[in-house]
Each structure stands twice: as C-alpha cells, then as structure tokens.
C-alpha cells in the first residue's frame, strides 16, 4: 500500500448514516414544541450554547437574523465549525483526507483559539451591563 492512500475505516454507509440522523434531528427539532433545558441556566448563567437549539431553530425557519440574536457565537463560528468537520469526517471515511483536525502548531492553535473563544464569550454574555447585556439569551 502506498503511503500516499488512507485506507477506508467505514466507507459512505457510517458517514450517511451521520447524515441521516442530522436531517432527523433538523427535522425534529423544527416540529418540537420545546427545547432541552440549559444545564448553566439551573445556576443563573447563559452558557455558551445557551440559545444554540432556538438559534437552530431559526435557522431551520429561514430567520437568519432572529438565529444571529439568539446565538451569533453558535452561529458564527460553531455551526460552520461543525460543517467543516462534517465535511473532513466524510473526506477521512472516503480515504481521501488523512485526518479530521489539522495536526502540529495549526492543530494546537486552531483548538486554543475555539477554547478561548467559548470561554470569552460565556464571560461576555454574562456579564450584566451594556453594551454585554444583549449577548444573553
């Protein structure tokens, strides 16, 4: 085997079932009446998810802007975060991708960047005077 090719480890059958479950979900979510509760709101703090599932929702609608206000981290930086990671799951599962997070320093960055960033934001959205006070959900 050349070093070059990845050999599969599951093919297209995990990687559209992955698929599948997302439109399920998308689908289930646009007909519930209600959302999960938000562990961080049991101790009186928006968490940096909190709004995510509204935010969804309203992205699923066709209301970009109302899913912008609910969430813009989630919808800014999360959502095509989580595209993207599809996509590589899916490169990786055809053999076509070595590997789903870049590796070396750009790996170890990218992931510092996206933890300070979920950290930044759930202090900014927490903290109770304007400008910041818009940011909860």
Do not use: H, Q
Request: hydrophobic letters at 55%; aromatic letters at 6%.
């Amino acid at each position: 085997m050349s070093p070059m090719l990845v050999p599969r480890r599951f093919g297209p059958v995990r990687t559209l079932a992955v698929a599948g479950g997302l439109a399920i979900t998308a689908g289930l979510l646009l007909i519930s009446p209600v959302g999960p509760p938000c562990p961080f709101k049991m101790l009186g703090l928006d968490g940096p998810m909190c709004g995510g599932t509204r935010m969804l929702r309203a992205l699923l609608a066709g209301d970009p802007l109302r899913a912008l206000d609910l969430n813009a981290f989630a919808l800014v930086v999360l959502l095509p975060l989580g595209g993207s990671l599809f996509v590589a799951g899916a490169r990786y599962e055809l053999g076509t991708a070595r590997r789903l997070w870049p590796a070396g320093a750009g790996g170890a960055v990218s992931a510092y960047l996206l933890g300070g960033g979920l950290l930044l934001w759930t202090i900014l959205r927490n903290i109770p005077v304007p400008p910041f006070a818009v940011l909860s959900a």
